[in-house]
Structures are given as structure tokens and as C-alpha cells.
């Protein structure tokens, strides 16, 4: 008798294990920078190599980070979304230029437009290892102190731009 209730607990154990998977958001990957302070960098600039940025200049306003490049097709559809979110909102978005070729990233923002008050260059991809970049495009909201509060990863669509990330930024905005 318990040969046969063996195998049909285990299969019913593993039916309930693969229904509650199922339920999950297969693009969710989790991070555990959220809640942390984000990795600190002092990269140059796309625009201005002999300029630098860092995470300090960052601080004291909400900011966004999107991890981009110039080689990357799912940041081409991201960012129409991006430049009108831009338009649209007050934003303090910083991009994150990727494993780029300098002149090759220029030549993208030029033609599609540029809505990040300035993109850090991170050629070798340092930065973003230490960010945990998985891969681009991905985008972080960070607070006033520079904590993490939020990682979003693959291009931003406007429905989860305007109802995840625009009232977290809005309720981080109203935070002391």
C-alpha cells in the first residue's frame, strides 16, 4: 500500500510546487541590492570623457539609472518611452552607457534622442557588475540617500513606467 501512496504524494507535491510556479513573473529577478545603498562608481562621461560622474552627484534628489547601449535592440524600444517620460515628468534620469563604444553611443543618442541628464561610460562593464546587471536594458530607482528602492529588468513599457516606477517615484519625492 505505501509503494502506491509514495509516488502519488510526491506526484501531488510536485503538481502544487508547478501550479505555484506558474503564477510567478518569469522576468522577476530578484536583487539584493533593493533596500541597500547602491555600489558607488566614478566613471567619465559619455559626452565629456575628461568629466566624471559619481554616485554622490546623484544624491539628494530621486534618481533613475538606466543601463543602456548602443548595440542593444530592447533599449531601441525602450527608449521612445524613456525620452517621453522625460518630457512628460520631472525626472532626474541618469543613464549608464554599458560595454559601448564611445562614438557608437553618441552617434545612438543623437539620432534617437538623449533624455538623461548625463550617461556615465562604463566601457569595461565594472559598474554594472557591481550594480548586478544581468543584462541591458535595466533601470534602478534609487532615493534621496541613494539607497536602491527598485531594479527593473529588460525595457520599460509604458504601463510599468506609469504604474510601478512614476508612483514610486513620487511617494520617494515626498520622503525626507
Given at each position: ?40 562608481f566614478d566613471l567619465p562621461t559619455l559626452h565629456q570623457p575628461k568629466s566624471s560622474i559619481k554616485l554622490n552627484d546623484l544624491k539628494g534628489s530621486v534618481s533613475l539609472i538606466n543601463v543602456w547601449a548602443s548595440w542593444c535592440a530592447a533599449c531601441r524600444i525602450e527608449h521612445p518611452i524613456l525620452n517621453d517620460a522625460v518630457e512628460k515628468y520631472s ?86
Open positions: 500500500m505505501i509503494r502506491y501512496l509514495l509516488p502519488l504524494t510526491l506526484f501531488l507535491g510536485l503538481t502544487v510546487l508547478f501550479i505555484y510556479g506558474l503564477q510567478n513573473d518569469p522576468r522577476y529577478i530578484p536583487s539584493p541590492l533593493i533596500n541597500e545603498p547602491a555600489p558607488e525626472l532626474n534620469l541618469y543613464g549608464l552607457n554599458y560595454k559601448d563604444n564611445r562614438s557608437d553611443a553618441l552617434v545612438w543618442l543623437n539620432a534617437l534622442g538623449n533624455p538623461y541628464v548625463e550617461s556615465a561610460f562604463d566601457e569595461k562593464g565594472v559598474i554594472g557588475i557591481n550594480y548586478g546587471v544581468y543584462g541591458v536594458p535595466e533601470t534602478f530607482v534609487l532615493d534621496k540617500k541613494g539607497i536602491i528602492r527598485y531594479k527593473h529588468v529588460g525595457p520599460i513599457d509604458k504601463k510599468k513606467f506609469n504604474d510601478t516606477i512614476m508612483p514610486l517615484v513620487k511617494k520617494l519625492e515626498k520622503e525626507e
